[in-house]
């Protein structure tokens, strides 16, 4: 664990100094849509550096049935999650501006239950989908005693994601275009940066790309309805649906 950890912070160390002299370059811009960009990009690095050394795996079956699977180490799921909420608290704290444009939403029942629907909703079609499809062809199983942490890792790890895309640059496009707009902005934008996943991190093509922009204008609208907490709340547990082999 501690060796693939370690080649996954060499590999991205490079880029993400880029990154960080970029926005630091950038920071004191009074429109922040370039540091967004700038976060965005250094996020798309540290997503897909996760692919080649193993820490997830994408796949499209025979019969067209796409599948996601996390490693099934709990101690590198829990480094991951625990990376993302610092460095998701540490942009919060750091940018006061991009800080301004998150719009969290109430942590009632209502918003988690909206969340919950959303994240059945973007998942449901792939489910659907894979139940037509033997569990050996996509992904295998996944132990029971890694579905907790999985879960926490899908939530934590897209805060983060929710945070740049509906948060920050959701947040921003709506100073300019008006929410509708802006969320659907914001769900191509997102899919868009899945591209090199799909396309050349992954062999995985265009069904990575329909499924992202789905989950992304739900996300999208979500966050306009009941703000980035219920959009999170839909991603991970998404993520997590698509992940756990529930079914």
Do not use: K
């Not at 060499?10 to 880029?15: I, Q, Y």
């Not at 991009?98 to 719009?103: A, G, H, I, T, W």
């Not at 739900?218 to 907490?229: D, E, K, Q, Y």
């Amino acid at each position: 664990m501690l060796s693939d950890l370690l080649e996954y912070g060499l590999r991205t160390a490079p880029g993400l100094a880029l990154f960080g002299v970029c926005y630091a370059l950038v920071r004191r811009d009074r429109d922040p849509l370039l540091r967004i960009a700038v976060l965005i990009l250094g996020f798309v690095l540290l997503r897909d550096a996760m692919t080649p050394l193993g820490f997830w795996r994408f796949g499209v079956t025979d019969g067209g049935a796409a599948w996601l699977r996390f490693t099934d180490d709990w101690r590198v799921l829990a480094v991951f999650a625990a990376s993302t909420l610092a460095l998701t608290a540490a942009v919060l704290r750091l940018d006061p501006g991009l800080r301004s444009l998150v719009r969290w939403g109430t942590p009632d029942p209502a918003t988690l239950a909206w969340g919950a629907a959303g994240g059945v909703l973007a998942a449901g079609p792939v489910l659907l989908l894979a139940t037509l499809q033997p569990l050996h062809e996509r992904g295998g199983e996944v132990a029971a005693t890694l579905l907790p942490m999985l879960l926490v890792f899908a939530l934590a790890g897209n805060l983060l994601e929710e945070v740049l895309f509906r948060g920050f640059l959701q947040g921003r496009l709506d100073e300019t275009f008006g929410a509708t707009r802006a969320a659907l902005l914001s769900g191509l934008l997102f899919a868009a940066c899945h591209s090199f996943l799909a396309s050349t991190v992954t062999d995985v093509g265009a069904s990575l790309l329909l499924f992202t922009l789905y989950e992304g204008l739900i996300c999208a609208f979500l966050r306009n309805r009941r703000g980035v907490i219920a959009s999170t709340v839909a991603h991970g547990l998404a993520i997590f649906l698509l992940a756990g082999a529930l079914v």
